[in-house]
């Protein structure tokens, strides 16, 4: 049985183009029916061509007949050619599955890889810290509490030291990188927050700034002016009103 191959949809292209020429021939023989019966309606006054007295024939197919049996073909051609649709259309989802299964493998093995670098990154957060102690104390360092020309340390001394400047750097990188998002919007936080208060500030001791400000003081002074004025005008109407 030769293999089908689920990307060729030639094979029902062409059955499609049959299809088609098949339904048109049989459209054209269905008009041909329907002219044939509409003159013999017309030829023997009825519209009953099955069943009728008036005519005897010898050939028991009517044109009413035909008409039935070319709409019978119609509609299974009709069926078919859903049928093939539906095939093609059921190839075209096989074939774009099968194409997207290499991206899916792929990112797998994306995953994987990174899963891999990861415990590696790990290995190395933690004992890049440990090696560069160990190199620091093989130094030849007179405060290091070791005869001179031997490298031999107390385990209760040394032990403590390596793996705790170890954990202490190590853990917090490790921190980071797991939160490595929320860092970055904390620090676009606190960037946008400085410049803010830089710009506010920058606004608030410019020129135009303070020329407003004593503008709007100059108005908050004008009412209590008039004020002023006005008792005094009434003071001296007053003091003439006394004298006369």
Known sequence: MPEIRYHDISQGAYL??????????????????EAQAHV???????????????????????????????????AQSEKVQDSIETLSDLRRKQA???EAEPGRQQASDRIKHANIVLVFTFVTTFFLPLSFLTSLFALNVSDF???PG?????GWWIFP???????????PLMVVAFNIETVIRVCHQIKSKLQLESTTATNASSPETENILSRSDEKAARPKELFE??????QRRRRSLDLC
């Open 16 to 33: 499609l183009g049959d299809i088609k020429d098949i339904q048109d021939l049989l459209n054209m023989l269905r008009s041909l029916a």
């Open 40 to 74: 013999w309606q017309h030829t023997f006054e009825t519209t009953d061509l099955d069943s009728f007295t008036s005519f005897q024939f010898t050939d028991s197919c009517t044109p009413n007949m035909v008409l039935r049996d070319i709409q019978d073909m119609l």
């Open 96 to 98: 774009s599955i099968k």
């Open 145 to 147: 509490p070791h005869e």
């Open 150 to 154: 031997n490298f031999q340390y107390q």
């Open 161 to 171: 030291v390596l793996f705790g400047v170890s954990a202490c750097v190590s853990i």
């Open 229 to 234: 004025l006005k008792n005094f005008a009434l």
